[in-house]
C-alpha cells in the first residue's frame, strides 16, 4: 500500500505545483 501511495501523492503534488506555476504564466499574460 506505502509503495502506492507515497508515488501518487508527490504526483499529486508536482501536479499541484506545475498547474499553480501555469495559471499564474496565464495571469502574467493577460
Known amino acids: ?3 502506492i ?3 501518487t ?3 499529486a503534488k508536482f ?3 506545475s498547474l499553480k ?3 499564474t504564466h496565464l495571469a ?3
Open 5 to 7: 501511495t507515497i508515488p
Open 9 to 11: 501523492a508527490l504526483a
Open 28 to 30: 502574467k499574460k493577460t
Open 15 to 17: 501536479f499541484d505545483i
Open 21 to 23: 506555476r501555469s495559471l
Open 1 to 3: 500500500m506505502t509503495k
